[in-house]
């Protein structure tokens, strides 16, 4: 079973940067990945997509401030997030974009002054 371990979240004020990253027990090369985040009572939801080709696709409410990479070799996926708002706060995931594994335990991202 894939283990997937986030890691790189914190307290952060409004205008600040986080780097998140994600390891996969196994190689993920050959997968299209995500980052999500779930905030309290919402849904989980995709804030940006990276192909195995290294294609990226953020939605509109991060577009121009976060940014998805990739290295392989280190069967890694990272997010840079910079201008964070308050409502970036969220817990944030790593998954496959279909047939996801099992989710980690994500790690926390708090936006606040």
């Known amino acids: 079973q894939v283990q997937l371990v986030e890691s790189g979240g914190g307290l952060v004020q409004p205008g600040g940067s986080l780097r998140l990253s994600c390891v996969a027990s196994r190689d993920i090369s050959v997968l299209h990945m995500g980052w999500y985040r779930q905030a309290p009572g919402k849904q989980r939801e995709l804030v940006a997509s990276?192909?195995?080709?290294?294609?990226?696709l953020l939605p509109d409410p991060v577009k121009g401030r976060f940014t998805i990479s990739r290295d392989n070799a280190k069967n890694a996926v990272y997010l840079q997030m910079n201008s964070l708002k308050p409502e970036d706060t969220a817990v944030y995931y790593c998954?496959?974009?279909?047939?996801?594994?099992?989710w980690g335990q994500g790690t926390q991202v708090t936006v606040s002054s």
């Open positions: 998954n496959r974009l279909v047939n996801y594994y099992p």
């Open positions: 990276i192909t195995t080709a290294g294609a990226t």
